[in-house]
């Protein structure tokens, strides 16, 4: 048996582990931290690593998902931070609106692959930021094309997308002067929201924003403040996870030549593939909660009122479910990772997630010849929970022609 970790000596790995020294690989740290799947931390907050404690917290109805510092604490919450019954109708809402409109999107995904590889290498040839020409650009046209919000007003947007998505990681990370920026982005990004909705308003319109607007459910459409909330969220899960989950499976790819000539012969192989990276090196690491009432588990009484931590990146290499688990194995038979959470809040838009990555990555590995990383490991972002690199430059010997002419 292996001994427990000591309090204190977890509190101090996982502060470890979010230190930005380690952003690149806090896997070894994980590794640790994983030898007591359930553990109470010095300032008495919980962490879980353990996949089986991590699904079982996750479907426990006597867990909330508000697991916000009450400094941060937004005047509405959104559905991700809401529990039953609210969750459910605001998710049901979007649901209605939001699945109905990804089905069939493959084709259109594809076309914006191809056109912002074509585009980027007409200005420097022979070298790509994967982040910034196609990993971030992709999944941004996506959803505003989704949503009814318009491209050109990404400048705005996309830096408040930013500065919120860094208010989600651990509060003693954040200085002073970043969580009193948090109050003021959010305030811009709802003024900005506003707008857009009044806009819509008067326009009408057939995308997302509309239908949420007109929706018949029982109870009536969504009001103006859910409505601007709810679009919030969409708006930046649509920014700040998939470019993540399309460096990291280019990063994995790059690292591993033999899975790339395979994608290359094989595009079958894009879905478990992508699986795989959402274990090995899921975009969003970690998620949290808190107790409702006391809950048994591990061995450990986790009292009622307590915060938790659900670090899914580790749950995602925990040996006691996953043989060889810091191996990158796309041909694992039952990969059942934690990369979209699980439970009532599983994420809404993995559909939509994996189908821009299984065909972003097919695509570069069809028609980039000889690609090879520029800096191994590349610069990373500063955000711990939604991690992943800044830049990812490649260098290639030239770009193949989209093999359809188009
Ligand atoms: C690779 C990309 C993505 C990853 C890894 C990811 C991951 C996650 C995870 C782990 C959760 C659960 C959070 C929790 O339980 O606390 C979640 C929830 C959610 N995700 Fe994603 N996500 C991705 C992309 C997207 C996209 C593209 C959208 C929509 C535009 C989206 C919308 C949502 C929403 C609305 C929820 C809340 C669902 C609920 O509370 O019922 N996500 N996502």
Redesign the pocket.
């Given at each position: 048996m292996t001994p427990a970790i000591q309090q204190h000596s977890a509190s101090e790995l996982f502060a470890h582990a979010l230190r930005f020294e380690n952003r690149a690989d806090p896997y070894p740290v994980y590794e640790q931290l994983l030898r007591q799947p359930v553990v109470r931390m010095a300032d008495g907050s919980w962490l879980a690593t353990g996949h089986r404690e991590i699904g079982l917290l996750?479907r426990d109805p006597r867990i909330s998902?508000d697991?916000l510092n009450p400094q941060l604490q937004p005047v509405r919450k959104?559905?991700?931070?809401?529990d039953p019954p609210r969750?459910d109708q605001?998710?049901q809402a979007?649901a209605r609106h939001?699945v109905p409109r990804i089905m069939g999107m493959r084709d259109h995904i594809d076309a914006l692959v191809t056109g912002l590889l074509d585009a980027h290498t007409t200005e420097r040839p022979g070298q790509l930021d994967v982040v910034g020409d196609l990993a971030y650009p992709l999944?941004v046209t996506?959803?505003c094309e989704?949503?009814g919000v318009p491209r050109e007003d990404e400048r705005l947007f996309g830096a408040l997308a930013r500065r919120l998505t860094r208010g989600l990681d651990p509060v003693d990370t954040q200085s002073e002067k970043e969580i009193r920026e948090l109050q003021e982005t959010r305030a811009e990004l709802a003024e900005y929201l506003e707008g857009l909705i009044a806009r819509h308003r008067a326009d009408g319109g057939g995308d997302l924003l509309a239908g949420l607007m007109n929706d018949q459910a029982p109870d009536g459409p969504m009001d103006a403040i859910d409505l601007r909330v709810?679009l919030g969220?969409?708006?930046i899960?649509?920014?700040e996870?998939?470019?993540?989950?399309?460096a990291n499976g280019t990063l994995a790819l790059l690292r591993h030549p033999d899975l790339l000539t395979r994608l290359r012969n094989d595009p079958g192989l894009a879905t478990p593939l992508v699986e795989e990276v959402?274990r090995h090196d899921?975009?969003?690491q970690m998620?949290?909660?808190s107790t409702l009432a006391d809950i048994d588990i591990a061995g450990t009484t986790v009292p009622k009122g307590s915060r938790i931590r659900?670090l899914?990146a580790a749950g995602n290499r925990d040996p006691r479910r996953f043989a060889d688990p810091s191996r990158f194995l796309p041909d694992r038979a039952d990969n059942a990772h934690?990369?979209?959470?699980?439970?009532?809040?599983?994420?809404?838009?993995?559909t939509?997630?994996?189908a821009?990555?299984q065909i972003a990555l097919t695509v570069l590995a069809r028609r980039l010849v000889s690609p090879r990383l520029v800096a191994d490991p590349p610069p990373y972002r500063e955000n711990a929970i939604l991690r992943g690199p800044e830049q990812l430059p490649v260098a290639f010997e030239r770009l193949l022609p989209d093999p359809r002419g188009k």
């Open positions: 996750l998902a697991r959104s559905l991700l931070m809401e969750h605001l998710r979007v939001f999944p996506v959803i989704l949503l709810t969220l969409l708006l899960a649509g920014h996870t998939t470019v993540n989950l399309i959402l899921p975009p969003v998620s949290g909660r659900l899914l934690l990369g979209f959470g699980g439970g009532i809040h599983y994420c809404i838009g993995a939509l997630a994996r821009e990555a």
